[in-house]
């Protein structure tokens, strides 16, 4: 299953309110939705509209979210092996630590899904 697919089939994942309104946090969620805007890594799906950041955003997303203590999901699939936080009712970022070939890897990224 990949990487997509297991993000879109997560339950609970969308919802239109329960992010933080801490000022950090709306940075956080406003860089990783401008980048996605700058970089056309927005998605319109059937009920929602999902913006992917990956780079130094997500990295400073992923990093906010552990210095939040937001606990780390272990998910592993035949694209690799990925660490996942929660964005509480929005969605999450991951860091990628093996790839397919479970080969040492680091790469980044959160996607936040946003009900129309």
């Not at 998910?75 to 009712?89: H, K, M, N, P, Q």
């Not at 969605?91 to 080969?103: M, P, T």
Request: with cysteine.
């Amino acid at each position: 299953m990949s990487i997509f697919v297991l993000l879109l089939c997560a339950p609970g994942v969308a919802a239109s309110s329960g992010v933080s309104v801490e000022p950090e946090a709306l940075a956080h969620y406003s860089y990783c939705v401008n980048e996605a805007k700058d970089r056309s890594f927005v998605f319109v799906l059937s009920r929602q509209i999902l913006y992917r950041c990956h780079g130094d955003v997500a990295v400073s997303y992923f990093n906010y979210l552990g210095h939040h203590r937001v606990p780390d999901r272990r998910v592993a699939d035949e694209t690799g092996v990925y660490l996942f936080r929660t964005i509480s009712g929005v969605g999450r970022c991951w860091n990628k630590i093996l790839d397919e070939a479970h080969l040492p890897v680091s790469a980044f990224g959160c996607e936040i899904f946003v009900d129309i």
